[in-house]
């Protein structure tokens, strides 16, 4: 089970510099990392419809007459056709119910988030810690090979469903 602090040390270690023992240690490191790691970490999430940080949530109207966008809920990828104005929902049902991404712990992250957390951490890390261009160069494109990855991965994780009762499908047999 991965820690915030196992993915910020595997970051540093990817920058040749020592682990960090605690987020609170008293050195660059574990500042940029007590820093960066949620706000970093909230925002690859929300960059993908991720399937490990896919949650349905059930909302009712509140006194407005609006729904209010859960704060856990980062984004909301699918709301019924339901308009979103701000952080609410204007639709005419009581109830409805929305997909959205919310934040999942690091021991639930699946290893390819993890690896993808550790570098764009390393990216982050890189010029404060080692003012090396050149490095952080070669960990943006790393980023970005394995984003591309890790989406391709996480979306094939299930299979798709067939198509039954499909008349032009049943007509070739």
Request: contains cysteine; charged residues 20%; hydrophobic residues 45%.
């Amino acid at each position: 089970m991965l820690t915030k602090i196992d993915l910020c040390s595997m970051a540093l270690l990817k920058l040749g510099e020592k682990p960090i023992q605690s987020l609170l240690d008293d050195t660059a490191a574990a500042q940029l990392a007590r820093t960066l790691f949620d706000p970093l970490t909230d925002a690859l999430i929300a960059v993908h419809p991720w399937r490990f940080a896919t949650k349905k949530f059930e909302l009712t109207k509140n006194a407005d007459g609006d729904f209010l966008i859960p704060s856990e809920c980062l984004r909301v990828t699918h709301t019924g056709g339901n308009a979103i104005i701000g952080n609410r929902i204007t639709a005419q049902p009581d109830r409805i119910t929305i997909v959205g991404l919310t934040r999942v712990a690091p021991d639930a992250y699946p290893a390819y988030f993890a690896s993808l957390v550790a570098t764009k951490l390393a990216m982050e890390f890189c010029v404060p810690l080692t003012g090396d261009q050149t490095i952080f160069r070669t960990l943006a494109a790393l980023y970005d090979a394995e984003l591309q990855s890790a989406k391709f991965i996480d979306s094939t994780t299930t299979t798709v469903a067939g198509i039954e009762n499909f008349s032009l499908i049943n007509a070739r047999f």
